[in-house]
């Protein structure tokens, strides 16, 4: 069937004591994804702001010898690769090493340490600096698609600060690579297949289109990447930037630029409504197909409250059920200033 945005509407009535004892009906939407019919909830906003911690204070504890990231330490005491796959057991960048991960995720797993400096606060980000980052990457997945022919399933990964899962405060990202998909691997796979043969065209794509015309969700561009913000979010906040490259050999330098720019710009929308860390996962197609693309997911993360409270509840883990304060299409208008 054609992509449809469909939603159902609930309402609870209650007496609310903040207006007086007034009985109210406050309603939750229940956003079905266009893709896979996985279901959201956009639940009441109470307008509390956000507000970032600063880790400046942490980093000064954590940095030099304490953090194997750090100059003094990458070279010497992170792990290697074996040779056959990378002479010298490492790639280097300008500022990014890449090396193995000392507890992997999956069948290949490096670690891209992304800069000299231990702490990079969002507005100290570069160009040059996330895209070096991920170009490291990208060398790292040609050696291992060399080296490994059944890798089938490819991704990179950034966790950002400590409200994400990031365990280190020094900026890395993770490259994961295996034959095995994870569960959101195989459901955007097989679900982008079934709506190829069903409709005859790539759902991504088509996506990128009806977005495009409706203009309720739809953020902009940055080179050969489209934006725009998930009808059915996996939390508060779920950016799509959809690559104009259908696979990994379609990649270019530029499209690491292009990357770069855009998650420059979504910092700076991070800054101005009080957002700082953040989860993000490029997923990159092998082999090219005609019902699969390049893409990337960006979701803010944060703490609520005094308690600092995290963002994910049993709603996320065990019901499935991502939660969403904020109405998407609200968040696609603030975003897309910085696009203009």
């Not at 400046?56 to 030099?64: F, P, R």
């Not at 606060?121 to 997945?141: P, R, V, W």
């Not at 691997?185 to 079934?194: D, F, G, M, P």
């Amino acid at each position: 069937m054609p992509i449809s945005f469909r939603k159902r509407e609930e309402f609870f009535t209650f007496h609310d004591p903040m207006q007086d004892g007034k009985l109210i009906d406050r309603k939750t939407e229940i956003r079905f994804d266009p893709l896979t019919g996985e279901t959201s909830r956009i639940i009441f906003d109470p307008g509390a702001p956000f507000v970032p911690k600063d880790y400046s204070e942490l980093a000064k504890v954590t940095e030099g010898e304490k953090c194997p990231f750090c100059a003094e330490n990458v070279s010497k005491i992170t792990p290697r690769f074996p040779d056959e796959l990378v002479e010298g057991g490492r790639f280097v960048g300008k500022e990014a090493v890449v090396f193995p991960n000392l507890f992997p995720y999956s069948k290949h797993n490096a670690v891209v340490r992304m800069s000299n400096q231990h702490y990079v606060k969002l507005e100290e980000f570069t160009e040059a600096l996330i895209s070096d980052a991920f170009k490291a990457a990208h060398q790292y997945i040609q050696k291992v698609l060399e080296f490994d022919e059944n890798t089938e399933y490819v991704s990179v990964n950034w966790n950002y600060l400590p409200p994400s899962g990031g365990s280190i405060l020094h900026p890395h990202i993770h490259v994961l690579a295996s034959e095995e998909p994870t569960n959101y691997q195989a459901t955007v796979t097989s679900n982008s297949l079934a709506f190829y043969e069903n409709e005859g065209r790539n759902y991504f794509t088509s996506l990128v289109n009806e977005e495009n015309k409706l203009n309720e969700r739809w953020i902009g561009n940055e080179g050969g990447i489209n934006w725009m913000h998930a009808y059915a979010p996996k939390s508060h906040c779920d950016f799509i930037g959809v690559f104009e490259a259908d696979s990994f050999n379609e990649l270019t330098a530029d499209s690491y630029d292009d990357l770069a720019k855009s998650l420059l710009r979504f910092f700076s929308y991070f800054k101005e409504v009080g957002l700082a860390s953040f989860n993000a996962a490029l997923f990159i197609p092998v082999n090219k197909q005609t019902s699969e693309k390049v893409h990337v997911r960006l979701i803010p993360r944060m703490t609520i409250g005094m308690l600092e409270t995290s963002d994910m509840n049993v709603f996320n883990y065990l019901h499935g059920e991502p939660l969403s304060l904020k109405a998407p299409e609200e968040v696609a208008k603030e975003a897309a200033k910085f696009f203009v």
